[in-house]
């Protein structure tokens, strides 16, 4: 006698499985499909090369920071990152800092479960930073690790 498999099969939806247009998509002004299949040595290239202005501005866009904020995080003058044209590539250190804050709000959304509410997030004034919002953290390598950190507590359910 044949068993009836059929109903032991899983049926997953196709939803799971079908990327959204990711942060790190925005900044290097690729296809996301393009995107998913690069490896960290590609990026590393990427960074390394320089991006292009647009790609920065989009992400700045994005995650909602004004030039003002964008500028103190990249550590570039406001006035000096508008001089630049739209398809000008902007230097390695300020490409590395923008892959870094891409990887950080990626993160984020992933945490927090919308970019939307990340971003609140990022913005509010925290008794876990001394009263500081997170955003302002962003100027120095630390800070990142810091926010990382802090992520990471939060998606294992462990508050200060």
Known sequence: MKEDTSKNQLNEPMMAYVRQPNLFATVLGRAVGQFNLMGSHELLTMSRQ?????????????????????????????RTLQRYGDDAIIKTEYAEKAV??????????EVFGSLEKFKTWMKTPLYVFNGETPVSL????????????????IEHGIFA
């Not at 700045?60 to 003058?77: D, G, P, R, V, Y």
């Not at 870094?100 to 959304?109: I, P």
């Not at 800070?143 to 992520?151: N, V």
Request: net charge neutral.
């Open 50 to 78: 320089g991006l292009p202005k647009h790609g920065l501005m989009a992400l700045a866009k994005k995650i909602s920071l004004t030039i003002q904020e964008f500028s103190n995080i990249m550590h570039i003058s406001e």
């Open 138 to 153: 962003l100027d120095t390598s630390v800070g990142f690790d810091i926010i990382f950190k802090e992520l990471g507590r």
């Open 100 to 109: 870094e804050l891409a990887r950080l709000y990626t993160r984020g959304e």
